[in-house]
């Protein structure tokens, strides 16, 4: 007798985000700049640049049922939103200079375009998502700090090193899986949604 299908169990979650690509170039200077500081900060743990994107929506551990609806609600923020540039801007800390926690290079956003694509994900994903409290802060993480220091005792210049970049464009949301091993996370782009449409 066959198994019915509704009693099989679900397929394992994925861990997904969406978020914004940085072109290779701007990756690299970035990364040539930031090199000298990374044996400097005690108990950091850098990220690896093929971590660095812009994270618009965390989404999580998430069940495979739920990706068509993820989906949907990235080409509907997609074609709401026009494609605009930005570029990196300076090197900043969470939560202040000196507890800091997280390492990170700001994004321009003037018109708080990231923002806004970011309010419209939680709103045509709130039946699913909880949606964040806080305004986005455009940036990618280049480290985090466990216990929090106080970086100025070990690389005070990092707070003024001088990472702006030429501008980009920013046209494409991307839907990632991210895979986590012993290793290190790996992460997959599943689907890219051209701003604008």
Not at 121 to 149: G, M, S
């Amino acid at each position: 007798m066959a198994r019915d299908r509704a009693a099989q169990p679900e397929a394992k979650p994925l861990r997904l985000f969406i978020a914004v690509d940085v072109p290779d170039d701007v990756q690299s200077a970035l990364e040539a700049a930031i090199a000298p500081f990374r044996v400097r900060v005690p108990a950091a743990r850098w990220t690896r640049r093929s971590g660095w994107h812009m994270t618009l929506k965390f989404l999580g551990s998430t069940w495979p049922r739920l990706v068509d609806e993820i989906k949907s609600a990235m080409a509907a923020a997609a074609t709401e939103a026009a494609a605009f540039r930005s570029a990196l801007t300076e090197v900043g800390v969470f939560a202040n200079p000196a507890r800091s926690r997280v390492i990170w290079v700001g994004l321009a956003d003037p018109e708080k375009r990231f923002a806004a694509i970011a309010r419209r994900l939680d709103e045509l994903l709130e039946d699913f998502y909880v949606p964040e409290k806080r305004e986005l802060t455009p940036h990618l993480t280049l480290a985090r700090i466990n216990p929090p220091r106080d970086i100025r005792e070990f690389a005070p210049e990092l707070l003024d090193l001088s990472v702006s970049s030429r501008e980009f464009p920013v046209d494409s949301l991307v839907l990632y899986r991210s895979h986590l091993s012993p290793r290190g996370a790996t992460y997959e782009a599943l689907e890219r949604f051209r701003l604008g449409g």
